[in-house]
């Protein structure tokens, strides 16, 4: 009964973990880089992906790993220039509700040094809800409109541009889920990997488009603790934290702008 008891616990944690998923590869200006295996961490140890403990959902936005789901280091970092597309590629994903952020920051120095540590975090790309609220409700499973929709299934990737113009040097790049599917029950799911930024560019995002991590949301904030499964309310998302940086191209829009 005791060896059946813990089967079945087992069983139950690991059914838990594959409910959701990693990121297991990323494409890198066309180049192909494989992700951290974390149920076999001695068949990726030169990866650019920061290794990280477990497969836990992380579920306050107040702790420290929510930076980089615990991981710290990796061996191996990829090499873009500004307008170079990323891909990180997740094996599978279950739930479609949710939003899509990604994220960078530029490291002081060399990536061992480097912790992702203050209001450094950027933005570059995002995808929230985008559902009418009349035939699509935040809870929709099936032809749901949230950006995690899009990675429901096997091998799916979510490409984005590294900005315009963007200073070179290393950063990381931060890819994070939050999973919504619960109601007032967020599951975050984020990623870290190493990339270093060449090139000649001089953009930088300034104080209005940076973040600490953790800092840039609270638990109570109304995008985080959502009640999804409430048709009443508005249907509409707000995703959290600053407005997605876009380097050169941000500045030349609000010259046209003026």
């Not at 929709?149 to 990737?157: Q, S």
């Amino acid at each position: 009964m005791l060896f059946s008891s813990l089967y079945n616990t087992v069983g139950l944690f690991a059914a838990g973990a594959a409910a959701h998923g990693a990121v297991t590869s990323y494409v890198i200006a066309g180049k192909t880089y494989p992700g951290y295996q974390g149920f076999s961490p001695g068949n990726s140890k030169s990866v650019i992906q920061r290794q990280w403990p477990d497969y836990n959902p992380i579920t306050t936005c107040a702790t420290p790993k929510l930076r980089c789901n615990g991981g710290t280091s990796a061996t191996e970092s990829a090499t873009v220039v500004p307008g170079d597309n990323v891909t990180a590629i997740w094996s599978q994903w279950t739930h479609s509700q949710g939003p899509v952020l990604v994220w960078m920051y530029k490291c002081a120095g060399a990536f061992s040094a480097c912790d992702g540590a203050g209001a450094g975090w950027f933005k570059i790309d995002e995808a929230g809800f985008t559902g009418d609220g009349v035939k699509t409700f935040l809870d929709t499973e099936v032809n749901s409109g949230w950006g995690i929709a899009k990675l429901v299934g096997g091998n799916k990737g979510w490409s984005s541009k590294i900005p315009a113009g963007l200073a070179p040097g290393n950063y990381l790049i931060r890819h994070e889920l939050i999973a919504l599917h619960q109601a007032n029950a967020p599951q975050f799911y984020p990623e870290c990997a190493q990339i270093v930024v060449g090139g000649s560019g001089t953009a930088q995002p300034d104080a209005s488009y940076k973040a600490a991590i953790p800092g840039y949301c609270s638990d109570s904030d109304a995008n985080i603790k959502v009640p999804i499964n409430n048709h009443q309310m508005a249907q509409t998302y707000k995703i959290p934290g600053p407005p997605v940086f876009k380097g050169t191209a941000a500045k030349l829009a609000r010259d046209f702008s003026a």
